[in-house]
């Protein structure tokens, strides 16, 4: 049965910092790429962040692009993102998935039950 648990959020101050794990099981993880997607109250889900099952390549939204870095740890089955210069707008429940390296959140079948993260102006 495969799991995504995330951990790390929590509430920080616009141009704070936090860093989001998500650690997987029951699956082999670095066959998969990994992604982060976040949905904030009355809006749909959106792409944040993607990295290949290698970590060799990485792509991001561009509203975080500069601001968010995703990075993996294969030998730990987890997948971070590190969120620097926050604001409000990134006030979401952050989900990580794995699947199919996409920006598509129909190519990843596995999810996560997300953690909030809330940037208080």
């Known amino acids: 049965q495969v799991q995504l648990v995330e951990s790390g959020g929590g509430l920080a101050p616009a141009g704070g910092s936090l860093t989001l794990s998500c650690a997987a099981s029951g699956l082999t993880f670095s066959n998969y790429a990994m992604g982060w997607f976040r949905q904030a109250p009355g809006k749909e889900r959106e792409f944040v962040a993607a990295?290949?099952?290698?970590?060799?390549?990485?792509f991001y939204a561009d509203s975080v692009k500069g601001r968010f870095t995703i990075s993996r740890d294969n030998a730990k089955n987890t997948v971070y993102l590190q969120m620097n210069s926050l604001r409000p707008e990134d006030t979401a429940v952050y989900y990580c998935?794995?699947?199919?390296?996409?920006?598509?959140?129909?190519?990843?079948?596995?999810w996560g039950k997300g953690t909030q993260v809330t940037v208080s102006s």
């Open positions: 990295l290949t099952g290698s970590g060799t390549t990485r």
């Open positions: 998935a794995a699947g199919s390296s996409s920006k598509r959140g129909e190519l990843y079948p596995y």
